[in-house]
């Protein structure tokens, strides 16, 4: 009998803490599905005494057992996947890469950066990673896939055709053509390690389905980042909702099974663009410093706010959201009174809802007494009742239930209710 796919999306700006509930879902399934993002993601995971910090292989990794999938709503950077390989010395036979996931290459960084730099201060804030330039490349039908490895001669010749065919925009931009034959010297050093990787993914992800085996389904930022649902332009170049699943892997709706949202017990986001409910005081830097709010990849310190419960509750409509799960609760331990939007102010207008624009939203709090402590806890019963009560306000406000709620970064420190 087929089964469905469970799936894990963040609900804010990304930075939520997917990895950790990744990590704790991999180990009752069988395969775990990376479907969209590049590198400029980042999970920073904690298994015992070790940290692991991935960026485009699937959290699943680190579950002996579960094998993993990269699917074709990634772009690839091939030298950042296999610098993130080499922690791992067990993946022949665990790891897939979809032949139509496209390649982020160096250029692609460079184009990312001059275009950031070119901006000045109407730059997005992007990682400078290249992930932009690697999906635009793709939507102009430009862009080269993971398959095209397997002939680095034909591949290198069709990239010095595009760099000629472009020279004056790379010019402006000064990048120069790359060199042809250390371009395939190049590409036969990613084709040597990743070739044996490389499968059609969508027959694959459709023949486990089909015999029943357990799948879970990750994506890379959160909704508030999404390309069409975000706060554009001030997003990331894919579609990061539930629905990005789909087209990201091969699958239809059906396919789909248990959706859970990923939100922290407060709100950051990265780069530039609106945040609403960011505090740029003191409590804003504690938030900071507690929560260690400094980006995986980039290692920039994230701007940091409260509870969102306007945008949550977008979120939790725009991906189907059956349960979510808190993170970093005891990030806000001590603090004597805790925050929340409900609504937001624009033009002398209270609404409840995310509009087309949030640039110039004012948020409309709510305050919650705080609580002493509940780094640790592991059962909601041992949480503080203000504690408990500020989860299930959050729960009222925006529509669904708080399943799993993480107290630390530590794997067992997860309540499951």
């Not at 610098?83 to 960084?109: C, T, W």
């Not at 290692?299 to 945008?311: E, K, L, N, Q, S």
Request: hydrophobic letters at 35%; a negative charge; charged letters at 25%.
């Amino acid at each position: 009998m087929s089964s469905k796919a469970d799936l894990i999306v963040g609900l804010q700006w990304g930075d939520e803490g997917k990895g950790k509930i990744v990590d704790h879902m991999a180990q009752t399934h069988d395969y775990v599905c990376r479907f969209a993002g590049g590198h400029n993601a980042g999970h920073t995971i904690v298994v015992g005494d070790k940290k692991y910090a991935l960026h485009l292989i699937p959290s699943g990794v680190l579950n002996p057992e579960a094998k993993n999938i990269v699917g074709n709503g990634v772009v690839l950077s091939p030298v950042d996947f296999i610098k993130e390989m080499v922690q791992f010395d067990n993946l022949e036979g665990r790891l897939f890469i979809s032949d139509k996931a496209h390649m982020l290459l160096p250029y692609h960084a460079l184009i990312d950066q001059a275009k950031e730099r070119m901006k000045g201060d109407k730059a997005i804030g992007t990682t400078g990673k290249g992930i932009g330039p690697a999906y635009g490349d793709k939507i102009a039908r430009v862009g080269h896939r993971m398959g095209e490895l397997h002939d680095t001669e034909k591949l290198a010749t069709k990239i010095v055709d595009f760099f000629e065919q472009n020279r004056a925009i790379f010019s402006v931009m000064e990048i120069d053509t790359p060199n042809k034959e250390e371009l395939i010297i190049e590409l036969d050093g990613y084709a040597k390690v990743l070739a044996p990787h490389i499968t059609d993914t969508t027959q694959l992800v459709w023949k486990i389905l089909d015999e029943g085996q357990k799948v879970l389904l990750e994506g890379a930022q959160g909704t508030m980042l999404d390309i069409d649902h975000g706060t554009y332009p001030y997003v990331t170049s894919s579609t990061t909702v539930s629905a990005g699943a789909c087209a990201g892997l091969g699958l239809n709706p059906k396919d789909l099974g248990k959706v859970t949202g990923i939100a922290k017990a407060y709100c950051t986001r990265v780069g530039n663009g609106p945040f609403p409910s960011e505090d740029l005081g003191e409590e804003g830097e504690r938030l900071r410093k507690s929560g260690h709010e400094f980006g995986t990849t980039t290692g920039r310190p994230r701007r940091c706010g409260w509870f969102d419960a306007v945008a949550m509750r977008h979120a939790v409509r725009v991906n189907g959201v059956d349960q979510v799960a808190l993170m970093k609760l005891d990030v806000l331990d001590g603090f004597s009174e805790i925050k929340v939007c409900v609504a937001y102010e624009i033009d002398g207008k209270e609404i409840d809802y995310v509009p087309y624009d949030l640039e110039d939203a004012t948020p409309v709090y709510k305050s919650f007494p705080g609580w002493d402590k509940t780094e640790g806890c592991r059962e909601f019963d041992a949480l503080p009742d203000t504690a408990k009560s500020y989860i299930e306000a959050l729960e009222d406000m925006i529509g669904t239930k708080m399943g799993i709620i993480s107290t630390s970064p530590d794997r067992e420190d997860t309540i499951i209710r």
